[in-house]
């Protein structure tokens, strides 16, 4: 079974259950702040796990790539990528822990044939402090589900991860309690971090055991399922969203509670072939291959250059066939970071010359089966990559060359930052030509190198302070207001400049917000007035603010509904009006939150209008 037919076993398994398997979101969100990349499933779902009605009902099921950057420099080892694919379910205040736990079970053995004996979980031992119970309901479901495929599932309260590494596990337990940092899911992370506002609840995380010979016991300590060890390897987890953080940083019960469960597709693959290394896989594993033909090294000595390509190609792949282009900021530095890393290691390799053209038809090979409508620009990748590594290896070649002339006098850690600042020539490699030509280093150059980096970096938080990012921050009330009004003033703009206007991006922040639009001239004293104004006398008709859920042909074509991504749409639509049906004030494509009617915003002011970038304008603005 290759990695293709688990996802599509998967999401045939959701429909049996009744979920509407819904089309994944961009890797690149429109309207959200906390992250570059999309980096879970729950991610894009946030207001309909809030409360709002979904367009396709109560049980939804989806596979979402997904990226986290922030374990870039674990790759390498045998478990983490950058990118990855998530398996999604979710009840909207439908079923439960009973109805999730049996399932997700069956799934893993009775579709995919893992052996149950292999499975291990843990659960929430509860926090006293703000009066969250432990979480018995989901042990005692495991235990009963357990006991119906044969197994005496016995129970353990190991609490931290430090103290499983002490204790480890004995024999028969199979269903482990452990503290927040371990079992409790928000987009903070544990209980003290969770957002003003987010759901937030207990989780049940799902072990594989890959055996007892996989554990380095004198590294990570006792193997256990929080350890950092190799014996076993998450996959899965089923969070019970119970709970939202308040203004006032207490906790309180949702009134409909749902299950969010993320199972990654690369893991429950590797798990299904009994291997820990998930490059080994059918997603991965020919572009490995390959790269051992071409560099002629193998994979078991090569290890972690291999891993590291395959991941950041893969990852490179699927941003630019979602239309990302390589760039010097945000998600585009990101992308250009991928495709430099993969180059290096390919230097590292012995491979020489351009080799894209060869990888990333493979990989392209690998998600064939995945939609035009996800990976919508797919036919330029090969063109769009090539070009970039042609690009860098002529930097490279172009640091060398001043590397040479800095030859005679040897290199301080200055200089060999200014290579990698102004020549994109990395320090990696200028530290690495040295030895190699008998270039003299100055004694403290590490030192040298780091203050001029951490310099730089301090420069670029000053210049990036308030810089735009996209979308809200929170989902608090003073946030809410702002979401409005921010469609309120692009209406207004709409109205009162051009109908041509469209939105470029949004900052909304409990403090204010920030509006992106088209426009190729500055607006005038006059108009910003105007624009003012219009929105005030809309917020003092107390106009409400209304959603449905329409077609998405329908809404677009008849209704003039302003929305960026038609094509990534589903078929089915929330849109949000505000004012008078027929004759709006607004009407967009939105998730939401929102008010309910626009005199809870208060009055609207226009503080400053600015150039954004070339034929963007950006307006900020306050509410009082």
């Not at 959701?14 to 309207?31: D, F, M, S, W, Y």
Request: net charge negative; aromatic share 10%; glycine share 8%.
């Amino acid at each position: 079974m290759d990695t293709n037919q688990i996802r599509q076993k998967f999401l045939d398994f959701q429909k049996k259950r009744g979920h509407a398997v819904i089309a994944p979101a961009p890797l690149v969100l429109e309207n959200d702040p906390t992250t570059l990349f999309t980096g879970s499933g729950m991610q894009p779902l946030l207001p309909y796990l809030l409360g709002e009605p979904h367009p396709e009902g109560t049980r939804l099921a989806d596979s979402q790539p997904s990226m986290r950057l922030q374990d870039i420099e674990d790759v390498g080892d045998p478990r983490h990528t950058t990118v990855f694919e998530m398996l999604g379910n979710w009840s909207l205040g439908d079923y439960f822990k009973k109805e999730q736990i049996p399932a997700f079970f069956e799934f893993l053995t009775k579709d995919i044939g893992l052996d149950p004996e292999k499975i291990y979980v843990t659960c929430f031992i509860g926090n006293e402090k703000y009066g969250i119970p432990k979480d018995t309901e989901a042990a005692q479901i495991w235990q009963e589900t357990f006991k119906k495929a044969g197994i005496d599932a016995k129970i353990a309260e190991i609490d931290t991860a430090e103290n499983g590494d002490k204790r480890g596990i004995k024999p028969g337990e199979r269903i482990f309690f452990y503290n927040d940092k371990e079992n409790w899911w928000s987009r903070g992370g544990g209980i003290e971090t969770t957002p003003i506002g987010d759901p937030c609840g207990p989780d049940s995380e799902v072990f594989y055991d890959f055996g007892e010979d996989k554990q380095d016991e004198e590294r990570y300590g006792k193997a256990h399922p929080a350890s950092d060890g190799a014996r076993f390897m998450e996959i899965g987890n089923q969070v019970f969203m119970q709970y939202r953080r308040n203004e006032d940083g207490t906790f309180s019960e949702l009134e409909k509670k749902n299950v969010d469960f993320g199972g990654g597709l690369e893991r429950i693959a590797a798990a299904a072939i009994n291997s820990f290394d998930v490059f080994k896989i059918s997603l991965l594993w020919p572009i490995i291959t390959h790269l051992e033909k071409i560099s002629g090294k193998k994979y078991e000595v090569s290890t972690d250059e291999m891993r590291i390509i395959a991941d950041h190609l893969r990852g490179a792949y699927l941003l630019t066939a979602q239309g990302l282009t390589p760039a010097n900021k945000q998600q585009g530095y990101a992308l250009r970071r991928l495709i430099r890393r993969a180059v290096l290691k390919a230097l590292d390799l012995g491979i020489s010359s351009d080799f894209l053209p060869e990888i990333v038809p493979i990989i392209a090979e690998n998600y064939a089966e995945l939609p035009d409508s996800i990976l919508t620009h797919r036919r330029q990748v090969l063109s769009v990559l090539t070009r970039e590594e042609q690009a860098f290896r002529k930097t490279l070649n172009r640091g060398i060359k001043e590397l040479h002339r800095l030859k005679a006098k040897g290199l301080t850690g200055l200089e060999i930052f200014k290579l990698q600042d102004t020549y994109g020539f990395p320090m990696e490699l200028s530290v690495e030509q040295a030895y190699r030509e008998g270039i003299e280093l100055s004694k403290d150059w590490r030192a040298e190198f780091d203050a001029a980096l951490n310099e730089q970096r301090e420069r670029s938080k000053t210049a990036s302070k308030g810089m735009f990012k996209g979308g809200l921050e929170d989902h608090g009330e003073q946030t809410v207001k702002y979401h409005t009004a921010t469609h309120l003033t692009l209406g207004a703009l709409q109205k009162l400049i051009s109908d041509d206007i469209v939105q470029k991006g949004s900052n909304i922040t409990a403090d204010r917000m920030r509006l992106d639009f088209n426009l190729d001239r500055k607006l005038t004293p006059d108009e910003i007035k105007a624009v003012e104004n219009q929105v005030n006398a809309w917020i003092k008709e107390d106009l409400p603010v209304e959603f449905a859920e329409f077609d998405k042909n329908y809404a677009r074509d008849n209704l003039n509904t302003h929305g960026q991504f038609w094509e990534r749409y589903p078929d089915k639509i929330k849109v949000y009006t505000i004012g008078d049906f027929d004759a709006p004030a607004s009407r967009e494509v939105c998730g939401g939150p929102h008010v309910k009617s626009t005199k809870e915003i208060g009055h609207f002011k226009i503080v400053k209008e600015e150039s954004s970038a070339s034929g963007i304008r950006r307006i900020k603005a306050i509410v009082e």
